[in-house]
Nanobody
Framework: QVQLVESGGGLVQTGGSLRLSCVAS????????MGWYRQAPGQERARVAT???????TYSDSVEGRFTISRDNRKRSIYLQMNSLKPEDTAVYYC??????????WGQGTQVTVSS
């Protein structure tokens, strides 16, 4: 089992910044990829950014150049630095851990609201 706890969400104005954190605990030794996903009201959950255990990162087109994903293996954490936030970034952001040979684990989510 893997437990994920997110933090760092909140209310910010357009153009502002937030930094999300996700701490993993439990059986994390075989986690290959971790990432951030988001779900806005009435929409499906969508990938925001992912990072492999070797540091290879990917981004959705909508956040490329504005968001940066990073990880600290010693702290069992990943982060999402979000800059130049837009109202359309408003969503619940979820941390995901994808272990080898197993279904992904999800955190409980953290709300990000960007006011116009």
């Amino acid at each position: 089992q893997v437990q994920l706890v997110e933090s760092g969400g909140g209310l910010v104005q357009t153009g502002g910044s937030l930094r999300l954190s996700c701490v993993a605990s439990g059986s994390i030794s075989n986690i290959l990829v971790m990432g951030w996903y988001r779900q806005a009201p009435g929409q499906e959950r969508a990938r925001v950014a992912t990072i492999t255990n070797t540091g290879i990162d990917t981004y959705s087109d909508s956040v490329e150049g504005r968001f940066t994903i990073s990880r600290d293996n010693r702290k069992r954490s990943i982060y999402l630095q979000m800059n130049s936030l837009k109202p359309e970034d408003t969503a619940v952001y979820y941390c995901q851990a994808f272990p080898m040979g197993s279904a992904p684990y999800w955190g409980q989510g953290t709300q990000v609201t960007v006011s116009s």
